[in-house]
């Protein structure tokens, strides 16, 4: 995709790299061979995985790439822009040297005007070292990190052409509280709000510029609805200026979780021959934003509750390596499951995200790199550069609430993690965002003074003993935010809220009643300003053999029971055009057989629920609303102790992958029809069900009206596979790096999929595509699952699967 605005073209150069795993002498000469190198597309991981992952690839590898200059370049401006790298990055130009970058997860631009030669061939060479590296943050050592580095250039890259006077890229121009357009608004309210734009424009001409900067703000029709033009400006030659606007829009649409509006920010500069040197669109998102123990979180000056939950950007088999259209899926599946708050656990994501956030209405709170660990050094420096740098990439997304400046649960027993410093950290994020729309986060815990530290959003503590989020007594007159719940707490590395897909329906429901029980406890503190559970999606980690199995969704993104049940809690009357929202039910059940009578457990966010067996309605009630009672006695072989040393975070890696729980044996009284009544809407539990195969249904109801159904049918024996891709929004783009999830099915003659079933599929594929990662498969919870990758070529794309003894099932369509 070529995106052009006049004097600046931005190239996608995501294609036709070279790469080879392992360092390799002299990779960086510009005349080196590398024709029996793999040809790849960026985004692009460097070695696929097995699922369960723990130790993945650490190491050397290398990219280059060969392009031609086109000669409308000369007398431009050329930047190249590496989203993110991971993590030690060595840079080269036609082999001269040009950059070190230490750090996997916020971008690097180079200037290479002066490298590019017209006429023949360029040669871009990159050398990626991802070895553990504690000057480096995160810096946690894999073997001990409870999530995955994985490597690569797993983010995109572009080439920017730019006239030589032209608006600077804000990280690369390193202006604190400047570079780039930074956007903020005033007097925000239904009736108007200023916008004050600045603009920081670069002369690198080698004589002065007569230079008038206009910036209009188009609504989504893309009609003019504000603008302004600043006075003539003389920029010296090799010098900048930043133009600072005012404009005031009347009856501004606001941005909101339920209603996100974006306006266009157009920005032209003109220079004093009235030619138009640059011209940007900035997508932006009016509302303020406050946060108070007396008034909760305000946006817009309406009260709102977060309902938030954590997210790591990895995938099965590819790692990081997730093309835009895939992080705009991951973004809708958890809007649609009810949160409208997300977050970026434990590092700024990939900037498609936010911008899918921006779109869907998703809240976010972006952490500088870091997990339990620092060092004194060139990790501090680091650290403090990249709250710097994350600040000035992302300032402008109207998603981002909250500043994560904390390096999460680093607590004052590592080198370097003291008082002085992490203050310095909250003074810092004021320095590149003055104002009061500047929110810093943190952990409390583990600090010695608290209030002098002084984050603005403080994140509560952790009591065990009693399984309480406390903050009073260590800052009375602040509100706090529960950044993690509902899984660690409930038995560590061997939590009962760590169910697979697969566990079966009484595993599913225990681990949906950790999160219903912990999230109405966490409501019921009146210092409580939202939370955000652990985690949305299942996801690889280094200190375990396992993947993490806590999440809303497993790492093929299908969905548990208590994805359901966060849905419930979304507000019946939002509806978001082109997702799943509204009133829903479900009912978390697979109808199989078992003790009659028996408790149905149904998640809705109607007014009241009506039951049928086969046909034959049960009886119709009202939300729970039961006492709220303590959770019973936890039973677990591993120790929770979130001080524990590296060594002895890693001591339960034994190579096994069986969990030692075993839900059955809990003492604990889960869906008792209680411990809701902080929620925003509480389950609907039927006791006392007889049950006959067959249909079980529920209707959900609103003001007396059928406004949703759902259906659950005892399975039969299965007889075939079904397929269904999960294009999410998006459909699969042919760019050689855009990947969906492929479904196979097993059902039965009725078309109900068979829970019980975990046959082995095969998967084959033709045409524009291929699979990545493992296949055969074995189905979990009756569905196999690939992913499937586009080729760089449009075309049809047929997929067939088989199994023994099953009907087998082919789909065909079209990738562009």
Same mark, same amino acid.
């Given at each position: 995709?070529?995106?052009?605005?006049?004097?600046?073209?931005?190239?996608?150069?995501?294609?036709?790299?070279?790469?080879?795993?392992?360092?390799?002498?002299?990779?960086?000469?510009?005349?080196?061979?590398?024709?029996?190198?793999?040809?790849?597309?960026?985004?692009?991981?460097?070695?696929?995985?097995?699922?369960?992952?723990?130790?993945?690839?650490?190491?050397?590898?290398?990219?280059?790439?060969?392009?031609?200059?086109?000669?409308?370049?000369?007398?431009?401006?050329?930047?190249?822009?590496?989203?993110?790298?991971?993590?030690?990055?060595?840079?080269?130009?036609?082999?001269?040297?040009?950059?070190?970058?230490?750090?996997?997860?916020?971008?690097?631009?180079?200037?290479?005007?002066?490298?590019?030669?017209?006429?023949?061939?360029?040669?871009?060479?990159?050398?990626?070292?991802?070895?553990?590296?504690?000057?480096?943050?995160?810096?946690?050592?894999?073997?001990?990190?409870?999530?995955?580095?994985?490597?690569?250039?797993?983010?995109?890259?572009?080439?920017?052409?730019?006239?030589?006077?032209?608006?600077?890229?804000?990280?690369?121009?390193?202006?604190?509280?400047?570079?780039?357009?930074?956007?903020?608004?005033?007097?925000?309210?239904?009736?108007?709000?200023?916008?004050?734009?600045?603009?920081?424009?670069?002369?690198?001409?080698?004589?002065?510029?007569?230079?008038?900067?206009?910036?209009?703000?188009?609504?989504?029709?893309?009609?003019?609805?504000?603008?302004?033009?600043?006075?003539?400006?003389?920029?010296?030659?090799?010098?900048?200026?930043?133009?600072?606007?005012?404009?005031?829009?009347?009856?501004?649409?606001?941005?909101?979780?339920?209603?996100?509006?974006?306006?266009?920010?157009?920005?032209?500069?003109?220079?004093?021959?009235?030619?138009?040197?640059?011209?940007?669109?900035?997508?932006?998102?009016?509302?303020?934003?406050?946060?108070?123990?007396?008034?909760?979180?305000?946006?817009?000056?309406?009260?709102?509750?977060?309902?938030?939950?954590?997210?790591?950007?990895?995938?099965?088999?590819?790692?990081?390596?997730?093309?835009?259209?895939?992080?705009?899926?991951?973004?809708?599946?958890?809007?649609?499951?009810?949160?409208?708050?997300?977050?970026?656990?434990?590092?700024?994501?990939?900037?498609?995200?936010?911008?899918?956030?921006?779109?869907?209405?998703?809240?976010?709170?972006?952490?500088?790199?870091?997990?339990?660990?620092?060092?004194?050094?060139?990790?501090?420096?680091?650290?403090?550069?990249?709250?710097?740098?994350?600040?000035?990439?992302?300032?402008?997304?109207?998603?981002?609430?909250?500043?994560?400046?904390?390096?999460?649960?680093?607590?004052?027993?590592?080198?370097?993690?003291?008082?002085?410093?992490?203050?310095?950290?909250?003074?810092?994020?004021?320095?590149?965002?003055?104002?009061?729309?500047?929110?810093?986060?943190?952990?409390?815990?583990?600090?010695?003074?608290?209030?002098?530290?002084?984050?603005?959003?403080?994140?509560?503590?952790?009591?065990?003993?009693?399984?309480?989020?406390?903050?009073?007594?260590?800052?009375?007159?602040?509100?706090?935010?529960?950044?993690?719940?509902?899984?660690?707490?409930?038995?560590?590395?061997?939590?009962?809220?760590?169910?697979?897909?697969?566990?079966?329906?009484?595993?599913?429901?225990?681990?949906?009643?950790?999160?219903?029980?912990?999230?109405?406890?966490?409501?019921?503190?009146?210092?409580?300003?939202?939370?955000?559970?652990?985690?949305?999606?299942?996801?690889?980690?280094?200190?375990?053999?396992?993947?993490?199995?806590?999440?809303?969704?497993?790492?093929?993104?299908?969905?548990?029971?208590?994805?359901?049940?966060?849905?419930?809690?979304?507000?019946?009357?939002?509806?978001?055009?082109? =997702? $799943?929202?509204?009133?829903? @039910?479900?009912?978390?059940?697979?109808?199989? !057989? *078992?003790? &009659?009578?028996?408790?149905?457990?149904?998640?809705?966010?109607?007014?009241?629920?009506?039951?049928?067996?086969?046909?034959?309605?049960?009886?119709?009630?009202?939300?729970?609303?039961?006492?709220?009672?303590?959770?019973?006695?936890?039973?677990?072989?591993?120790?929770?102790?979130?001080?524990?040393?590296?060594?002895?975070?890693?001591?339960?890696?034994?190579?096994?992958?069986?969990?030692?729980?075993?839900?059955?044996?809990?003492?604990?009284?889960?869906?008792?029809?209680?411990?809701?009544?902080?929620?925003?809407?509480?389950?609907?539990?039927?006791?006392?069900?007889?049950?006959?195969?067959?249909?079980?249904?529920?209707?959900?109801?609103?003001?007396? =009206? $059928?406004?949703?159904?759902? @259906?659950?049918?005892?399975?039969?024996?299965? !007889? *075939?596979? &079904?397929?269904?891709?999960?294009?999410?929004?998006?459909?699969?783009?042919?760019?050689?790096?855009?990947?969906?999830?492929?479904?196979?099915?097993?059902?039965?003659?009725?078309?109900?999929?068979?829970?019980?079933?975990?046959?082995?599929?095969?998967?084959?594929?033709?045409?524009?595509?291929?699979?990545?990662?493992?296949?055969?498969?074995?189905?979990?919870?009756?569905?196999?699952?690939?992913?499937?990758?586009?080729?760089?070529?449009?075309?049809?794309?047929?997929?067939?699967?088989?199994?023994?003894?099953?009907?087998?099932?082919?789909?065909?369509?079209?990738?562009?």
């Amino acid at each position: 995709m070529e995106c052009t605005n006049l004097g600046r073209n931005t190239l996608n150069f995501n294609k036709d790299w070279k790469f080879v795993l392992g360092d390799t002498s002299g990779a960086e000469l510009r005349n080196m061979t590398d024709d029996e190198w793999e040809c790849v597309y960026l985004p692009h991981t460097p070695k696929i995985e097995s699922l369960h992952v723990d130790l993945h690839y650490q190491g050397f590898c290398w990219y280059r790439k060969r392009f031609t200059a086109d000669e409308a370049w000369k007398g431009m401006k050329l930047f190249i822009e590496f989203e993110a790298a991971m993590q030690e990055a060595h840079v080269w130009i036609n082999g001269t040297f040009k950059r070190i970058h230490k750090g996997g997860y916020l971008p690097l631009m180079i200037d290479i005007t002066e490298d590019v030669e017209f006429g023949v061939e360029n040669v871009i060479a990159v050398r990626l070292d991802n070895r553990n590296n504690g000057a480096i943050p995160p810096g946690k050592p894999l073997e001990s990190l409870d999530f995955s580095y994985f490597g690569g250039l797993y983010r995109n890259v572009k080439l920017h052409i730019t006239e030589k006077l032209h608006v600077t890229d804000a990280v690369f121009a390193g202006k604190q509280a400047g570079g780039g357009v930074f956007v903020k608004y005033f007097n925000v309210s239904k009736a108007a709000a200023t916008v004050e734009v600045q603009t920081h424009v670069r002369n690198e001409h080698d004589h002065a510029k007569d230079v008038t900067v206009v910036t209009s703000i188009l609504d989504k029709q893309g009609r003019c609805v504000g603008s302004a033009e600043s006075l003539i400006e003389t920029v010296t030659a090799g010098g900048d200026h930043t133009f600072a606007q005012m404009i005031t829009l009347t009856n501004p649409r606001l941005w909101h979780p339920d209603t996100p509006y974006l306006y266009t920010l157009l920005t032209e500069i003109i220079d004093g021959d009235g030619r138009m040197a640059d011209e940007l669109l900035t997508r932006i998102g009016i509302r303020t934003i406050s946060f108070s123990k007396s008034n909760g979180f305000m946006i817009n000056g309406e009260r709102l509750v977060i309902r938030g939950t954590n997210r790591h950007q990895q995938y099965p088999y590819i790692g990081n390596a997730a093309s835009n259209n895939a992080q705009y899926r991951d973004a809708l599946k958890l809007k649609e499951g009810g949160f409208n708050f997300v977050r970026l656990g434990h590092y700024p994501q990939a900037p498609a995200f936010l911008d899918a956030c921006d779109e869907l209405g998703l809240m976010t709170v972006e952490p500088v790199p870091g997990w339990q660990y620092c060092e004194t050094g060139e990790f501090l420096e680091i650290a403090k550069q990249n709250i710097r740098d994350m600040i000035r990439r992302d300032r402008n997304h109207p998603c981002m609430i909250m500043w994560e400046v904390s390096l999460n649960e680093t607590y004052n027993k590592r080198q370097g993690a003291t008082d002085e410093f992490f203050r310095e950290c909250h003074l810092i994020a004021h320095e590149e965002y003055p104002g009061d729309q500047m929110n810093t986060s943190g952990d409390t815990i583990g600090r010695e003074n608290p209030a002098y530290v002084n984050y603005d959003v403080p994140y509560t503590m952790w009591e065990d003993s009693n399984l309480s989020r406390p903050l009073e007594e260590a800052l009375p007159d602040k509100g706090g935010f529960d950044r993690e719940y509902g899984d660690y707490e409930f038995g560590g590395h061997e939590s009962t809220s760590r169910i697979p897909r697969g566990a079966g329906e009484q595993k599913l429901l225990m681990q949906a009643w950790n999160y219903q029980w912990s999230l109405n406890r966490n409501r019921g503190n009146r210092w409580s300003l939202g939370d955000a559970s652990w985690v949305g999606i299942d996801h690889n980690r280094g200190c375990y053999p396992r993947l993490s199995e806590c999440g809303a969704l497993d790492t093929f993104r299908l969905p548990k029971y208590v994805y359901y049940f966060y849905q419930s809690q979304r507000s019946p009357d939002v509806i978001h055009e082109h =997702m $799943d929202s509204g009133p829903m @039910v479900f009912i978390a059940n697979e109808w199989t !057989e *078992r003790v &009659s009578p028996t408790k149905i457990v149904v998640y809705s966010n109607c007014d009241e629920v009506e039951l049928f067996v086969n046909g034959k309605s049960v009886r119709t009630q009202k939300p729970d609303q039961g006492p709220d009672t303590e959770y019973g006695e936890r039973v677990t072989g591993y120790e929770v102790d979130y001080w524990l040393t590296d060594e002895e975070q890693h001591k339960g890696k034994d190579g096994t992958t069986e969990s030692d729980d075993d839900t059955g044996n809990l003492r604990v009284n889960q869906h008792d029809g209680g411990n809701c009544r902080n929620l925003e809407r509480a389950p609907f539990t039927f006791e006392g069900v007889a049950y006959e195969p067959g249909e079980l249904k529920a209707i959900g109801r609103i003001g007396g =009206m $059928d406004k949703a159904s759902f @259906v659950v049918r005892t399975p039969l024996e299965p !007889e *075939r596979l &079904s397929i269904r891709i999960d294009m999410g929004g998006k459909a699969l783009a042919a760019d050689g790096s855009d990947f969906v999830f492929a479904y196979a099915e097993i059902q039965d003659a009725n078309g109900t999929i068979v829970t019980s079933a975990n046959h082995e599929v095969t998967f084959e594929v033709e045409g524009s595509a291929v699979i990545v990662g493992e296949n055969p498969v074995q189905a979990e919870a009756g569905i196999a699952t690939v992913l499937l990758q586009s080729r760089p070529v449009p075309g049809e794309v047929i997929v067939t699967s088989h199994a023994k003894g099953l009907n087998s099932a082919v789909t065909r369509f079209t990738i562009v």
